[in-house]
Every structure is written in structure tokens, then in C-alpha cells.
């Protein structure tokens, strides 16, 4: 069984061509460590990285693609689990090989009508199926599973935006591939709730450096850690700083909640105060996310240009 080197650890990133698992691939490769990606195989892998080929679903290739790499894991990073029986494959397969596991869920497993503001670590969750739901199943089969030596770790983001998404981070403009184009043509941009949800997006590339953070990091093991940026701005101010690097101007038209809720019921959890305390990633050791959103977003923008 192959094993890091000295001054270099052994990481895997279950996902690896996609937005967030390819930034912590990067991030991972930049940083000196040995990196491999487990993918379909469909999209390409940044420089640097050892591809594996399975199809997470298939359970058997799955398992077969991490006994044929035949190497010991200082750090799983699980991008695409979705649910408990993602997780629980993770646990079974990955037990023997791994060191430490962090999964990503989501910061929608809180239930969107009881928050607190800053929303703590422990606070009512949803009990919906729907995405927040499922990631909340894969956290408890994570809390209930032995995973033998392997610890983990379970990061919650809040929106998360940089260089390789499209931009938005509230419907009706969420991760909308048009918007560049909308604000150019001076097109009134539609928000629920006029925009005014407090949230804390946090840069692709700040998540993945605190992702690293946790290898070996025995102050992480076990612990859930809301991840978040550095800046509480109101949604519209999102759009805002969009148009400023665009150098246009910008036009909201409230849409009531009431009605967007009528319409979509299963976006509630966008419609709501998302916000965090960070002191609490300082405390365990963790890098606390730096980009300031203006910076970011410029970033962002510029490389869809």
C-alpha cells in the first residue's frame, strides 16, 4: 500500500472536476500533497491530480476503484454524498484505507423557520426530503456509524461562490447562467424578499484551505463546523457588487415571499437569516475565511467575462 511522503499527505476528493472538488483538488495540489479524485470520468481533472474512475452509485465499482488505488488516505474530502447511504457507503469502504474524513454537507440542514442569529452548531434541524433533509441523514449515519480509526469531520457552508459556478445566491437569480447578460441589458433583476436575507457567502478557495486544516488536526474530530465568510451582507448587496464590477446599474423588483413560497415551497430555506459566529473555527485550529466579498466577487465575475 503506497503512503505519503514526508512534508506531503496523501488526500483524496470524492468529486474532483466540479466546482467546490475541483477547488479543493487545486487548493490540495498547491498546498504539496499527493492528490487523487474519484469521478466518472467525464469531465478533466486538474493538473496534478490522480484521477480513479467509478460511478459513486455503483457500489461495487466504487469499492473496487479505491481497493485497485491501493494507497492509504491522510484525508477523504466527500464533495457529493447526498444522503445517509452516501455516507454509509463512505464508512464501509473507506474505514480501512482513510485517516480522516471530512464531509461537506450544507448549511440547509437547520430548519429554515427556527434559526438563531448567529445560528449556533446545535439548533432544530429540518425534518424535509428535500437537499438539506438528505445531507442531514449522511450527518447522522456519520454520528451513528463505527468508523474504527478513521475520524471525520462535517463542514455546514453557507453559500459558496468563486471562479468555476455561475453567479446568483438567491432564487429568482440563484446560480443563474444569464445574469451577467440580465444586468448588461439593464434587465430588472427579481428577488424574494427584495433581497434583504442576511448571509455569509464564503469563497470556494477559503473552504478548501480550512478542508485542509483537518488533517491531523485532533481539535476537528468529530466536530460539525458552520463555514462561512467573513462578510454578513444582504443578498441584494451580492448583486450590487456584481453590477459594480460590471459598471452597470441595478434594479430590483421585490417579489413577496408569500408568493414565492406559493409557487416553489421547497426554496423555503433560502428565505431566511444564514449567518455565523466564526470564532468557533479559530478555536479548533482552523483557517477563518479572509476573501472579503467585494474581492471575491470581483474574482468571480471577472472569470465568466
Known sequence: ?????????NVLIIGGSGFVSGTMARAAVAAGHHTWALTRGQRPLP???TGLVADRHDHDAFAAAIAAADTEWDLVVDCQAFDGADVRQDVTVL???AKQLLYISTDFVFDPLQRSFPQPTEAPYTTADDYGGKKRRGELELFDADTGDMKWTIFRPCH????????GCLPLHGRDPELIAKL??????QLV?????????????????????VIGNAAAYGEVFCTAGP??????RYYEIIAEVLGVGLTIEEVRVCDALEENPGKQPFYCHRIYDL?????HGLTVPSMPIEDGLREHTESLL
Open 1 to 9: 500500500m503506497n503512503s505519503s511522503s514526508p512534508g506531503a499527505c
Open 47 to 49: 493538473d496534478g491530480v
Open 95 to 97: 474505514s480501512a484505507v
Open 160 to 167: 459558496i461562490y468563486g471562479p468555476g459556478s455561475e453567479l
Open 184 to 189: 448588461n441589458a439593464g434587465e430588472p433583476l
Open 193 to 213: 424578499g427584495g433581497g434583504h436575507f442576511l448571509q455569509q457567502p464564503i469563497f470556494a478557495r477559503d473552504l478548501a484551505t480550512m478542508a485542509l486544516d
Open 231 to 236: 462578510d454578513i451582507i444582504e443578498s441584494k
Open 279 to 283: 470564532a468557533r473555527l479559530a478555536d
